[in-house]
């Protein structure tokens, strides 16, 4: 590093991002489903529903156990 160079600055934050999921595409497939069967049948609305709530109750877990693993610094 020459004299005329900056100061970098100390490093911040280290940036956390979660690992692959297949979570995101089922709870667009089941958002998907519902609004498909809305036009087609009440099973598919039911199905959908299903398929969203408890891929998203699932994601919020997932993303809360994450959460609690990563360092209080």
């Known amino acids: 590093m020459s004299p005329l160079d900056p100061q970098i600055p100390p490093v911040g934050e280290e940036i956390h991002l979660p690992g692959p999921s297949l979570l995101p595409l089922l709870t ?3 958002i998907t489903l519902a609004v498909v069967g809305i036009t087609l049948s009440l099973i598919l609305v039911i ?3 299903v398929l969203t709530v408890v891929c998203a109750a699932r994601w919020i877990a997932d993303t809360r156990h994450e959460i609690n693993e990563l360092p209080l610094d």
Do not use: M, P, S
Request: charged share 0%.
């Open 28 to 30: 667009t497939v089941g």
């Open 47 to 49: 199905a959908g529903v």
